[in-house]
């Protein structure tokens, strides 16, 4: 069997698509553009929902801002983990392609 040497399949209907072809059709649509835009600002809403309740973990340690075992108590610990642990997935499906 003869392996087909040019780009267009055995069939002839179908063309191989590179990086250095010089056709005018870009190799990335609009709607993919728009859904790597939309995943980077999910990712970057993650980060900003989970910023606060970071920083405020050594704040609290070095004395600069009540601790969150005063705010919330030991029990109640699990919402600042919950918000912070969801804003880190968030963050961490909008940037899984960088």
Known sequence: MAIPVSNES???KMKNKTANDNSKEPLFSQKENNKHFLLSVAGWIGVIVA??????VPLGLIGLAPSMIDVFGIVGLRIPAAVTIAGLLLAAIGFHRF
């Open 51 to 56: 910023a606060p309740f970071f920083f405020w």
């Open 10 to 12: 055995s069939q002839g």
